[in-house]
């Protein structure tokens, strides 16, 4: 099995700055793209920023400028840092990476248990 183990959530004021991360482990045979999600209280799950494996990002409009995703290959791990946080950045977080479990397994999207994060005075 795989298991994705996010941290670093946590309150922030206005203007501040947080750093998740999200660690893979288990059976991984290889990860593809990578990426981090977000859900508020009466939202829909939306994408922030999407990794490729070999360090392409992408982001979604309202956090470009604000958010840097990076990734260590080595480690497994992904990466989201987040400066200027805003109040509409509130939102559950969740990290998912496309993982392949051996080379007979197609890729299967796995997902972190969520962290939350808080902006507010």
């Known amino acids: 099995q795989v298991q ?9 004021q206005p ?3 947080l750093r998740l991360s999200c660690a893979a482990s288990g059976s991984i045979f290889s990860i593809s793209a990578m990426g981090w999600y977000r859900q508020a209280p009466g939202n829909q799950r939306e994408l922030v920023a999407t ?9 979604a409009d309202s956090v470009k400028g ?3 995703i990076s990734r260590d ?3 497994n791990t992904v990466y989201l840092q987040m400066n200027s946080l805003k ?10 990476s496309m993982v392949r479990v051996s080379y007979l397994h197609s ?3 796995y997902w972190g248990q969520g962290t939350q994060v ?3 005075s």
């Not at 950045?89 to 969740?94: E, G, K, N, P």
Request: net charge negative; glycine share 16%.
């Open 73 to 75: 290959n080595a480690k």
């Open 51 to 59: 990794i490729t494996s070999g360090g392409s990002p992408n982001y």
């Open 4 to 12: 994705l183990v996010e941290s670093g959530g946590g309150l922030v």
């Open 107 to 109: 890729e299967y999207p």
């Open 87 to 96: 109040p509409e950045d509130t939102a559950v977080y969740y990290c998912k």
């Open 118 to 120: 808080t902006v507010s």
């Open 66 to 68: 604000r958010f840097t």
């Open 15 to 17: 203007g501040g700055s």
